[in-house]
């Protein structure tokens, strides 16, 4: 499978734990980015990586969240003192930086549950 | 108000019914997408689209920069169709979407 790959799918953790996603984008892309989707709305932006640059990121994402790409293939996405409100779907998508379109391809989520 | 709005909301239709869904948005935009997500969160892409009208299958979208408007349409829809969709624009010069929040429709056998 070449598309982009999330793991794990579903994490359950406990308030205060620390969680961390990993998403391998499709191998030639160089953009990643990071979206969280709540229950009824549609996605909203956290970050975005070219090659291993963090180039914008979302007020959305607080101190608690920290994103990484060291070597710009895979990323990770880590929650610290995870709260019940971090309750989502983190959705992981990339693209190359060809074209007009750079259209976005995506992962399908990980799902947090926290309790 | 949203930069990005979907209409409707929510859309339960007969099978072979004609369907179309709306998205606005209000800021300037260099590409719109329109995408497709099933029960567990499973993203889809449909169509990306900066002017005119695209055609897949039983899947029309067309857009309408001038008006910020663009529209997807399902002929002879039929309950596999059943989905979110959601519309998501690049603005201009960024990389980032911005999503509208989706329209869930269902289609009745």
């Known amino acids: 499978d070449t598309g982009v790959s999330q793991n794990p799918r579903h994490k359950i953790t406990k308030r205060g734990q620390n969680v961390t996603f990993r998403c391998d984008p499709i191998?030639?892309?160089?953009?990643l980015y990071w979206y969280r989707q709540t229950l009824g709305q549609g996605p909203e932006f956290l970050t975005y990586f070219q090659n291993e640059a963090q180039l914008e990121k979302s007020r959305l994402l607080s101190d608690r969240f920290s994103a990484e790409r060291p070597k710009g293939s895979f990323s990770t996405l880590e929650i610290q003192r995870t709260e019940q409100g971090d309750s989502a779907m983190y959705l992981c998508?990339?693209?190359?930086?060809?074209?007009?379109?750079?259209?976005?391809?995506f992962g399908p989520g990980t799902r947090l549950t926290v309790l | 108000k949203n930069e990005v709005e979907q209409s409707p909301q929510n859309l339960t239709a007969q099978e072979g019914e004609f369907i179309t869904i709306n998205c606005s948005y209000s800021?300037?935009?260099?590409?719109l997408h329109w995408l497709q997500q099933h029960p567990g969160g499973g993203i889809v892409s449909l169509f990306m689209?900066?002017?005119g009208k695209k055609k897949h299958g039983r899947l029309i979208a067309t857009i309408n920069i001038q008006e910020k408007h663009s529209s997807l349409h399902i002929t002879a829809s039929h309950p596999r169709d059943s989905a979110v969709y959601i519309c998501?624009?690049?603005?201009?010069?960024?990389?980032?979407?911005?999503f509208g929040t989706g329209t869930r429709l269902k289609v009745l056998a």
């Open positions: 998508a990339s693209s190359l930086t060809r074209g007009s379109y750079n259209e976005q391809f």
């Open positions: 689209l900066s002017s």
């Open positions: 191998s030639e892309h160089n953009r």
């Open positions: 998501a624009v690049r603005t201009s010069g960024t990389y980032k979407y911005i």
């Open positions: 800021v300037g935009i260099s590409a």
